[in-house]
């Protein structure tokens, strides 16, 4: 009779890290390996990735496209919050972790398995996106996590892959760690461990040297539909198609490097180096919308919701009922959001040309200072001040003398005293 293994269901990206781990969790752990990949606009070769889990030892490999998905269902609302964190990342691999937890839960379920194990390291966030998700979606999975509990480094892993016979693409000369989606790159460890060392040029693939990149740049124009990206230069394109062209042409200008120090989750600083063309410029025209949309108070209340937004994501809250009902509030926020931003991308920098909006609520006639245009009632502005300024009038006319003791008096500081009187005559300067 055979021996039954239980079942564990592993995130496999077929990189060093879980090319290792299915080897590890069969040989050291007992499991039988399913793997799923899921691809998030990264995976070229689906064929290629099933054939080396199933080399490593997996007896099923599942791969899933998952572009549509990831950015129907998580981009594209965070690009609505205006989500970045720390204002900086746009959470392109945080973005995509819920997705992977739960397509792992999925598998997990139709296929009896009794666990499900990811490849991340005990000092990363990403080790929390998945524990917390998966505990979310189905406590009684049991989560294994091989880097937490072996003892071995980057360099370790290599031999160990050697060793034992295994495909791995990392190298001791490239020991980068890489992880891509359509949303964003984002590179770590070897000589970015160091923050004072600029990133190497072999760090970086989808954009060019913002110094090699063609001078004239280019002028590109993007439409939203309630805050939602659906034109390029005027054609309508699917979500993946838009998101791949953008990261194309961006990047082709150098932008989207992002080169950030950031707050992990764990309590550690770390250097992390992103690329994130189409992300950097959809949140960069987004914003311009809705600066013609929103009115200042919500944009203001906004703010606040898309830094905890990040925060959550980051931390690997997706699923948690804030972040459910700050997207209530979100989608409310975006019914006018429609319109056009056009942009001029030179050199990894982004300058605005232009926004407009049927919804704006910019009026020129109020806004212009021309005096034939005007229809600003200026005779309201004195009752108006009257009444705005007249909570400081009475704390000052009741608290005055505490207010100027709180104040640098002026004579305290250095000061310049031009007297007044009629020009000097040049015929009586002194001759020299």
Same mark, same amino acid.
């Given at each position: 009779m055979a021996e039954h293994r239980p079942r564990c269901v592993l995130a496999f990206s077929g990189g060093l890290d879980t090319t290792v781990a299915v080897h590890w969790l069969t040989h050291e752990r007992g499991f039988e390996v399913i793997t799923l990949s899921a691809d998030l606009g990264e995976t070229k070769d689906a064929e290629e990735l099933q054939r080396r889990a199933l080399h490593a030892g997996a007896t099923a490999a599942h791969v899933v496209d998952a572009k549509e998905l990831f950015l129907t269902n998580f981009v594209w609302p965070s690009l609505q919050a205006g989500a970045l964190y720390q204002g900086v990342y746009p /959470? !392109?691999?945080?973005?995509?972790?819920?997705?992977?937890a739960r397509l792992l839960v999925e598998v997990a379920r139709e296929t009896g398995a009794a666990a499900v194990a990811h490849g991340c390291t005990a000092k990363g966030n990403d080790q929390v996106r998945f524990d917390v998700a998966v505990g979310a979606l189905a406590p009684a999975l049991q989560v294994v996590a091989p880097l937490r509990d072996w003892q071995m480094g980057r360099s370790e892993e290599i031999a160990y892959a050697a060793e034992n016979g295994l495909a791995v693409r990392a190298t001791k000369e490239s020991p980068y760690s890489i992880d891509a989606n359509l949303w964003g790159r984002s590179v770590e460890t070897g000589v970015l461990e160091d923050p004072w060392v600029e990133p190497p040029e072999d760090a970086f693939d989808w954009t060019v040297d913002p110094a090699r990149a063609p001078e004239a740049g280019l002028v590109v124009e993007v439409h939203f539909e309630q805050g939602l990206p659906t034109r390029l230069?005027?054609?309508? +394109? !699917?979500?993946?198609?838009?998101?791949?062209?953008?990261?194309?042409? !961006? &990047? @082709?200008?150098? #932008? &989207?490097?992002?080169?950030?120090?950031?707050?992990? $989750? #764990? &309590?550690?600083? =770390?250097?992390? +180096?992103?690329? @994130?063309?189409?992300?950097? #410029? $959809?949140?960069? @025209?987004?914003?311009?919308?809705? %600066?013609?949309?929103?009115a200042r108070d919500v944009l203001r209340f906004k703010r606040l919701v @898309?830094?905890?937004?990040?925060? /959550?994501?980051?931390? *690997?809250l997706w699923f948690s009922a804030l972040r459910q009902s700050l997207a209530a509030f979100v989608g409310s926020t975006q019914h006018f959001v429609t319109g056009d931003v056009r942009l001029h991308l030179r050199q990894g920098a982004i300058r605005l040309l232009g926004r407009s909006s049927p919804s704006s609520l910019y009026r020129r006639e109020l806004a212009t200072?021309?005096?034939?245009?005007?229809?600003?009632?200026?005779? %309201?502005?004195? *009752?108006?001040?009257?009444?705005?300024? $007249?909570?400081?009038?009475?704390? !000052? =006319?009741?608290? *005055?003398?505490?207010?100027?003791? %709180?104040i640098p008096l002026l004579k305290s500081a250095p000061r310049g005293i031009a007297q007044g009187g009629p020009p000097a005559d040049p015929a009586d300067a002194d001759e020299p």
């Open positions: /959470l !392109a691999t945080a973005l995509g972790r819920p997705l992977i230069d005027g054609e309508e +394109l !699917a979500p993946v198609d838009l998101v791949t062209r953008l990261n194309v042409l !961006a &990047g @082709a200008h150098g #932008v &989207g490097r992002i080169d950030h120090v950031e707050d992990r $989750l #764990v &309590g550690i600083k =770390s250097r992390e +180096l992103y690329e @994130a063309p189409a992300a950097v #410029v $959809l949140d960069f @025209a987004h914003r311009e919308v809705e %600066s013609l949309t929103l @898309a830094d905890e937004w990040a925060q /959550l994501t980051y931390d *690997g200072y021309e005096r034939a245009e005007d229809q600003f009632r200026h005779q %309201s502005a004195e *009752g108006f001040l009257n009444i705005f300024g $007249l909570p400081l009038r009475t704390q !000052a =006319s009741i608290q *005055g003398n505490l207010l100027e003791e %709180s």
